[in-house]
């Protein structure tokens, strides 16, 4: 039986959210208060950890986790 390796995790995940974050006020055209809020709670699930201590934490990585999908349940209330 072969066991799979564990996913990579790079920085470049969370490096590519943050670019991501900041585009977004410059793409809100309408001046949507929904999607403002929404750029809110992303950076700060996002800026209130790093890299490293995600891949150490699981605790960390559930929480983020966590935080990630209200955000995503709220986007998609607004669809």
Do not use: Q, W
Request: with cysteine; glycine share 2%; net charge positive.
């Amino acid at each position: 039986m072969m066991i799979k390796d564990k996913p990579i995790f790079r920085d470049s995940i969370i490096d590519n959210v943050k670019d991501l974050i900041s585009m977004l006020p410059k793409l809100n055209i309408t001046n949507d208060p929904a999607l403002n809020e929404v750029c809110k709670k992303v950076s700060l699930v996002v800026n209130s950890t790093s890299p490293h201590y995600l891949r150490k934490s699981a605790r960390m990585r559930n929480d983020v986790a966590l935080a990630a999908e209200g955000v995503l349940r709220e986007i998609a209330d607004h669809t």
